[in-house]
């Protein structure tokens, strides 16, 4: 009976990690980097590595965003518009009223439409993603007329510092999207409004029964969301010093694939945040890696539209099971 218990027991933790998902994404990170090292040049320097942590954070900051939706089985469309809506309404404003102004008026527009999107999905019952891509939508034309076709550029010294940056020689935009991945983290893993995300990921009417605050709950995520998109924004504008009506169209496609490559369940209610940071510096890593194999901007999309449906398609049939 004794050797039975400490078999179990042995076989707990092996269980665990198999089951893991997040520790899978960083296993394959780390094999796709030592596959980088090994067969293409110059992955095995400080330099590159700072760089590929530095450019995966402004993927990393709306994909965490992201992940908060997906886990109460919602989706946001609108994080590319919201990228460029703050980047282009910032340099827009810090051009005639001065850099914080320009900060404090973009993250206030991007909020708003978090909290349309939130509106919209609770309280008129649209689903997630015929809302956020009608305010996506929406947003790229409001900036068309706002900026009528001519997005203006700003060298913002907070955001350019924040940018480019870096604290004992690791960048500064890195430290900021790990302290939001840490925050993200308490919020979904060890606070009340996490449970509720979990809740609602896990079946919207068992939780309603179950006295869960779906309308609450979706402002947070949503809110939160659009708030992190406009910070990947700003971030970027920091970066390159210029706006564009079309800066954010990347980070739409990409910040789910962080999400479900990180392991978490695109029907939601399964994952864990830390996941996410793997998917990202993954997706990074990947796209780099064909970029030094001079593979086109075609075929790398290609390869990421087949990884995503392979794995939608291993969680669907998992879901059934």
């Given amino acids: 009976m004794a050797a039975l218990s400490r078999t179990a027991g042995a076989r707990r933790p092996a269980a665990a990690l198999r089951d893991n998902r997040a520790a899978w994404a960083f296993g394959v990170l780390i094999v796709t980097w030592i596959a980088a090292v090994l067969f293409a040049k110059g992955f095995d320097s400080v330099s590159s590595v700072r760089y590929l942590v530095q450019t995966a954070a402004f993927l990393g900051i709306v994909a965490v965003g992201q992940t908060l939706v997906i886990m109460m089985s919602g989706i946001d469309l609108s994080v590319s518009g919201v990228v460029a809506l703050s980047a282009v309404v910032c340099a827009q404003v810090a051009s005639g009223s001065g850099g914080p102004a320009g900060v404090a008026v973009a993250l206030l527009a991007s909020l708003l439409v978090g909290l349309a999107n939130a509106a919209g999905v609770t309280w008129l019952r ?65 606070s009340r409004a996490g449970r509720w995300v979990f809740a609602l990921g896990n079946g919207e009417r068992a939780s309603r029964a179950s006295g869960v605050p779906l309308a609450r709950t979706a402002f947070i995520a949503y809110g939160a969301c659009a708030l992190l998109a406009g910070v990947s924004g700003l971030v970027l504008l920091g970066f390159t010093s210029t706006s564009s009506l079309t800066m954010g169209n990347p980070y739409q496609l990409l910040s789910i694939a962080s999400v479900v490559l990180g392991g978490t369940s695109i029907l939601g209610g399964r994952g864990h945040v830390l996941g996410t940071v793997a998917g990202a510096l993954l997706l990074t890593l990947l796209t780099a890696l064909l970029a030094a194999w001079n593979v086109s901007e075609g075929v790398r999309q290609i390869v990421l539209g087949l990884l995503i449906i392979a794995l939608l398609l291993a969680y669907a049939r998992e879901r059934r099971s």
Avoid: C, E, Q
């Fill in 126 to 190: 649209v689903p997630p993603m015929v809302m956020t891509l009608a305010t996506g939508t929406i947003v790229a034309g409001a900036l068309l007329v706002y900026t009528n076709g001519s997005p203006k550029s700003a060298k913002v010294p907070m955001l350019a510092s924040l940018a480019n940056d870096r604290v004992v020689g690791v960048p500064l935009a890195f430290v900021l999207w790990l302290g939001i991945t840490a925050a993200a983290a308490w919020l979904l893993h060890a």
